[in-house]
């Protein structure tokens, strides 16, 4: 997905997301509906080399 911030483009990535479904069931409204459970899996953010005050840093 490509997109921009402050007239700089990028393209971000989406972590995969595994949902499971439980055995509980709600109800609202009148319907009733399955509880599912979701993991979002972690992801490393990338090095960012930034300066400040003339001295130069990785985030």
Same mark, same amino acid.
């Given at each position: 997905?490509?997109? #921009?911030?402050?007239? @700089? ?9 595994? $949902?499971? *479904? ?9 319907? #009733?509906?399955?509880? @599912? ?9 990338? $090095?960012? *080399? ?10």
């Amino acid at each position: 997905m490509r997109l #921009s911030f402050l007239g @700089k483009t990028y393209t971000a990535s989406t972590p995969a997301i595994a $949902a499971t *479904e439980t055995q509980e069931t709600v109800a609202f409204l009148g319907c #009733s509906a399955k509880v @599912k459970q979701f993991n979002v899996t972690q992801r490393q953010q990338p $090095a960012v *080399e930034l300066s400040f005050m003339g001295r130069r840093y990785t985030r």
